[in-house]
């Protein structure tokens, strides 16, 4: 996972499709999602350390 393309591949694995409308809102929902992940065991700490980085980049975009 090295872009934004890449957690969205990460978590079209578990089923989890996110579109809003609005990027902003989508990138905070992605964030929650992989922390949702994450607390539930299903993400390695690596990549959901990666995934925000990433989500967290294109926020400030």
Known sequence: MK???GVLQLLKRFGI?????DRK????MLES???????NGLLMQ???LQAVLILRNEASK
């Open 17 to 21: 499709y996110v579109y809003t409308g």
């Open 25 to 28: 809102d989508d990138i905070a």
């Open 46 to 48: 690596e990549d959901y």
């Open 33 to 39: 999602e992989v922390k949702d992940l994450y607390d």
């Open 3 to 5: 872009d934004f393309f």
